[in-house]
Nanobody, 119 residues
Framework: QVQLVESGGGLVQAGGSLRLSCAAS????????VGWYRQAPGKQRELVAT???????NYADSVKGRFTISRDIATNTVSLQMNNLDPEDTAVYFC?????????????WGQGTQVTVSS
């Protein structure tokens, strides 16, 4: 099992920026997928941005052009640069990873980090 630890959340004014980081307990190179989800109060958890095993970055339509996902294989870290933040981006952000072993898939989640955008 892989452990994921997020950092970088906080309070920011609308139009501001934040950078989230996720440190994995082992190499992210072999992950089927790794990235970020978020959950706002009263809403379901939703995809924000992920890398698939084919190194393709996927973004939610609501964050395209504002958020950028990146990864550092050397440090086993996945980051999310969030620019031009909007109050609608307020949520708990979770790091996510999917691994595979002997044909079975396993999902791992971080503990979450709060992002609050004030108007």
């Amino acid at each position: 099992q892989v452990q994921l630890v997020e950092s970088g959340g906080g309070l920011v004014q609308a139009g501001g920026s934040l950078r989230l980081s996720c440190a994995a307990s082992r190499s992210i190179f072999s992950f089927n997928a790794v990235g970020w989800y978020r959950q706002a109060p009263g809403k379901q958890r939703e995809l924000v941005a992920t890398f698939t095993h084919r190194d393709v970055a996927n973004y939610a339509d609501s964050v395209k052009g504002r958020f950028t996902i990146s990864r550092d294989i050397a440090t086993n870290t996945v980051s999310l640069q969030m620019n031009n933040l909007d109050p609608e981006d307020t949520a708990v952000y979770f790091c996510y990873a999917q691994t595979q072993l002997y044909g079975r898939f396993y999902d791992a989640w971080g503990q979450g980090t709060q992002v609050t955008v004030s108007s």
